[in-house]
């Protein structure tokens, strides 16, 4: 009887010492993202290009006047002290932009950090990779080899980092493996950890520093299925997007493929076997004529370009030889356990909004329907939205896209001067159901990642149908039943680990994830070109229906195909450029 004081009185401790370790842990999180800029997104207020790639561009087109750079730029590239307190998560792409002078002197060639600096030291060759398959799956068919490009064509660029774009400064943006400033979790609308104010561009920077980590990374060519090019082109392209000059833009694709083709790794297959990652739409590298004033770089159209095979987060419906991979989101997962925890808070989730949008009208654009869409969101009480403006810079936050889209149930994704967005992986991230108004903003995109069956995750409404029927997009969403509505919800939370880039030094042993995907969607189509020429004998133009349907017969979507529009996006891309 006289124990249970006692007893007690342990308790007691036990909760007391408790609460000691708790208080420090808060105290110490507090202090690690106040004192530490890469874990917190330092300017709230300042805009991220984040809803989709074509509304970057209408951004920068119409912010030429040149006084909407944010000021306070972060400049914590400077700050030592703090880059020192940072060791741990320093990543090799930070030390990059450090001023150049810095670099050069610091002892880069033997740095004992040999690991995180240079890559060719991590490659493990086959002896290593035969002794993991103990536990791992076999790396036979999967090596692949990461060509050693010079600098020009990776490290130098992102140290040009301040030339990407003339309206804001984007270094920050290429930091953490090109996974931007860490977002934290201040308003508790994201999950614990993982999360960043990841820049929609960066793919080529996120994509390389995965791929340096690849299990089968081999550096001998003659045992690798394919060969990774590490060019980054779509940051190469940036610096001179603007500027009425080709050859400047021309410039290093050129000398890329003059490089490569005089590999000894090109002679075997023509480089039918070489890879390139793309973090910009197709069309930014599809320029056909040599006027100054066209838009883009010609990258896709050399012959070696053209015998590769190129990811990209747009690929172009009439040519066969790129593929859709996932725009980067804001969600990096080290773990399953990050994932399926951030699942199941999407589950429990209220939502209010039937449907949402985030984005801005394209008045220069005729044949736009985001105006209707606009219009009937505005009007309607069950939906919400934010707009996009060059006055109004709220609405490329993270944080309060990712509220909007966690609150809706489902996610309009209208196309914009290009039939993609990075808003559908986004809304995708928040477990909201996107809803297409072509087959070409997803369906025909991103083939590897996105379930075949179309209307098991997604809705389609044709864009025809909103701008001339003045069909009720309301109407049509409120009359899908609520069971189909969860179990189109379900689908899209399932889908989440393969839409999202994990963090380079994640170890998910259950998901694959997007960067998993892409690498097995891409020894796949190599293995079909290297081994199987005669399967690829059909129309190019037609390769949208081709590798969806596995036939170039008439379709009922031929309409959302004219062969014109690949023509027209171009020139409205050109006359984006010229309204400048
Ligand atoms: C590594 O750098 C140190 C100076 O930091 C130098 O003394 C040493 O010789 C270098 N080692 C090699 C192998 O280059
Ligand atoms: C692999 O690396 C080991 C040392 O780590 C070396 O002894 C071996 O010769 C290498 N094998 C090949 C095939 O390069
Ligand atoms: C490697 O794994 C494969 C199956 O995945 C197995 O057949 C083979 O014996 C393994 N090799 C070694 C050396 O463990
Ligand atoms: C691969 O790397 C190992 C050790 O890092 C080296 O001994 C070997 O010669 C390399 N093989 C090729 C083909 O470069
Ligand atoms: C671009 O340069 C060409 C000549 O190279 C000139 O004809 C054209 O007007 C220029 N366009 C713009 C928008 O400056
Ligand atoms: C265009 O760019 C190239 C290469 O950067 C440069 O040599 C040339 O002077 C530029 N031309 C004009 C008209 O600015
Ligand atoms: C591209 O591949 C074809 C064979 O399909 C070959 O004839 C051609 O020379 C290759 N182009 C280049 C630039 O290597
Ligand atoms: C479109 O339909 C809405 C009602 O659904 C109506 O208020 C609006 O006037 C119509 N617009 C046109 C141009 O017909
Ligand atoms: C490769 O070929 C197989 C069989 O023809 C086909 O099922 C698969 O979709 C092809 N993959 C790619 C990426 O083209
Ligand atoms: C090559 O492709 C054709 C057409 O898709 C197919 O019928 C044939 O089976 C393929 N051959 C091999 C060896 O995969």
New binding site residues.
């Given amino acids: 009887m006289d124990q249970t004081p006692k007893f007690r009185c342990k308790i007691w401790l036990v909760l007391c010492a408790f609460f000691i370790c708790w208080y420090f842990m808060i105290h110490n999180a507090k202090w690690y993202t106040l004192s530490s800029p890469a874990t917190t997104f330092p300017h709230q207020s300042n805009p991220i290009d984040i809803v989709d790639s074509n509304e970057k561009r209408t951004s920068e087109t119409t912010n030429s006047g040149g006084d909407e750079v944010p000021d306070g730029e972060i400049d914590w590239l400077h700050d030592a002290d703090q880059m020192r307190a940072l060791e741990d998560d320093l990543e090799p792409v930070l030390k990059k932009i450090k001023p150049k002078p810095l670099k050069k002197t610091t002892t880069k060639k033997n740095d004992t950090d040999t690991e995180k600096v240079k890559p060719k030291?991590d490659?493990r060759?086959e002896t290593r990779a035969r002794t993991r398959n103990v536990t791992k799956r076999s790396c036979s068919g999967r090596y692949i080899y990461i060509h050693d490009l010079p600098e020009r064509f990776n490290d130098d660029i992102l140290d040009d980092c301040r030339s990407f774009s003339k309206w804001q400064n984007m270094c920050p943006y290429i930091g953490n493996n090109g996974l931007g400033p860490n977002l934290g979790n201040s308003q508790r609308v994201l999950s614990r950890s993982g999360w960043y104010a990841t820049n929609q561009f960066m793919l080529e920077v996120i994509f390389h520093n995965r791929m340096k980590r690849y299990e089968c990374v081999t550096?001998?060519?003659?045992i690798a299925s394919a060969v990774y090019v590490p060019y980054y082109a779509g940051l190469d392209v940036w610096r001179y997007l603007f500027d009425n000059n080709t050859s400047a833009r021309d410039a290093l694709s050129i000398d890329l493929a003059e490089w490569l083709h005089e590999q000894p790794e090109w002679k075997k297959f023509a480089g039918k076997n070489h890879f390139l990652v793309v973090g910009r739409i197709t069309w930014d590298f599809r320029r056909e004529i040599d006027e100054d004033d066209a838009w883009g770089n010609k990258l896709m159209v050399l012959p070696e370009i053209k015998n590769m095979s190129i990811l990209t987060i747009e690929k172009s419906p009439w040519h066969g030889n790129d593929f859709g991979i996932p725009y980067p989101t804001y969600f990096h997962p080290r773990t399953d356990n990050d994932i399926i925890d951030w699942q199941m808070r999407l589950r429990r989730h209220r939502r209010r909004a039937l449907f949402s949008f985030a984005g801005a009208p394209r008045p220069q654009m005729e044949e736009s329907i985001r105006d209707k869409v606009i219009e009937q969101c505005a009007a309607s009480t069950k939906c919400r939205a934010i707009h996009c403006s060059h006055q109004n810079h709220k609405c490329y936050q993270p944080v309060d896209v990712m509220k909007l889209f966690q609150s809706s149930v489902f996610c309009l994704q209208p196309p914009g001067d290009s039939y993609t967005r990075r808003s559908t992986f986004d809304s995708i991230l928040a477990g909201c159901i996107p809803v297409f108004f072509t087959p070409g903003s997803a369906y025909v995109q991103y083939l590897w990642h996105l379930p075949k069956q179309f209307d098991k995750y997604s809705v389609l409404i044709n864009e025809d149908d909103v701008r001339h029927k003045n069909v009720s997009i309301e109407r049509v969403l409120s009359r899908i039943p609520t069971r189909k509505v969860s179990e189109m919800r379900n689908e899209v939370i399932g889908l989440i680990p393969r839409v999202v880039y994990a963090h380079p030094k994640a170890k998910l042993e259950k998901f694959k994830d997007a960067f998993d995907v892409s690498i097995n969607g891409v020894l796949d189509r190599i293995e079909n070109v290297t081994k199987n020429t005669s399967s690829f004998d059909f129309d190019e133009r037609f390769s949208w229906k081709y590798f969806l349907f596995g036939s170039v017969e008439k379709h009922n979507w031929d309409h959302y195909f004219q062969y014109s529009m690949n023509n027209k996006v171009k020139q409205e891309e050109a006359k984006a450029n010229e309204s400048r």
Wanted: a negative charge; proline letters at 0%; zero cysteines.
């Fill in positions: 030291h490659t060759n550096n001998d060519s003659s």
